[in-house]
């Protein structure tokens, strides 16, 4: 078992593993800076480009989302979520950070496995 | 072991005990309406006037999306995700309907169990 | 969305009910007294006599074990896990024990929904 | 967000290392070979020689086994669950393989992040 990381599709040729990679990889939308103390919400959403199916013998079954080696929560769903359409899985979180942030996210595929984001990090200001 | 079910704090005298009900209680925020096989945002939203701790000892572990018997979403927390503070864990699932939704929340507090919202019926047109 | 609770199924006549009924239900396996601080193992098995199916569409998601109002441990399933046949799912969870226990146990089925087992009650020496 | 992988702690000669190391590794125990189609009971036991603490802000929130690129089965703790005592989480999943397994195990502690075990090789025969 290992874990898939993000590799910017721009830099790869052949369009089925642009669709598998950016299907695939989890991404995080959140603000650049947070206050301390105050509810900060942050989106995991899966793909960029490209819907994932939520088929029921292969769909998104959970999303992270981790601060430094801490997970702060996980969201996990069911086939069907989505309709049974391909689709982008979107959860938004809402934390409440008390210093700055390294956040990552992971998303398992229960056909491809897991996927690890890019890093994101949060200046969290008093 | 027995649900918790939401009874309107309005009908309740005590403060305390309006307090202790409104804290755990999940409430469901969505549109009345959505469209057949178009994303739609369901937020669950744990109290609706007073907050709930973020303790070690006694946080809000999970939090559920159910349509009629099917569980559509499952957020699991770690106590420190909302600054160990007081507040409102709050969650935005988007489902994707086919049709019409009768939707439930359920929220379970480490020391105070499992609470079950009322039913909020979505009307899914073509 | 309600609870199915465990009905006794030697009370029921129509054999597709008790089928239905049993193959739902989660039950729970240990020793009737416990000692405590010492590790003390609890089964949690779905349905005494009828298997249940581990289809795509159609599976057990989920498995709890509460004492009293506190979860003690979930575990989730993806479908597939029991080789896409119909079978019995069953974890052995190891707590340790401070008082005596009152635990039931939850399962939750993909098409069936959510089912409470009865109450065991586990008395615990020093 | 990084996964820490097991390593030989008899190649280490700090004792507080080996200590760090060993209470934080999931290990799968099991047969080496599984008859397709019957139930294999496969147990997740974080460490081998050291306990782990069951604190409120330090303890083991979930362990996972996983089959190559497939995640089998998540159990998810409180704390508590162990007596607040420190011990080794175990718990035993039993699953139905159809062919050769490649297992490793996950295990998640609030403060120390995640790790990953050794894989573990099945041989499964007709």
């Not at 959140?30 to 900060?40: I, P, S, V």
């Not at 809402?94 to 890093?119: F, R």
Request: hydrophobic content about 35%; proline content about 5%; aromatic content about 10%.
């Amino acid at each position: 078992m290992k874990i898939n990381r993000y590799v910017d599709i721009s830099t790869i040729d052949r369009e089925a593993k642009k669709d598998y990679i950016d299907r695939h990889s989890p991404f995080i939308h959140c603000d650049k800076t947070a206050k301390k103390g105050e509810r900060f919400a942050v989106t995991v959403k899966l793909g960029d480009e490209y819907p994932h199916p939520d088929d029921f013998d292969h769909y998104i079954e959970y999303v992270q989302l981790w601060n430094r080696e801490a997970m702060l929560a996980t969201a996990h769903f069911t086939p069907g979520t989505l309709g049974n359409m391909p689709g982008h899985v979107e959860v938004v979180f809402n934390i409440v950070p008390t210093k700055d942030l390294k956040l990552t996210a992971m998303a398992y595929c229960t056909k491809h496995g897991l996927w690890q984001s890019d890093e994101v990090e949060v200046e969290v200001t008093e």
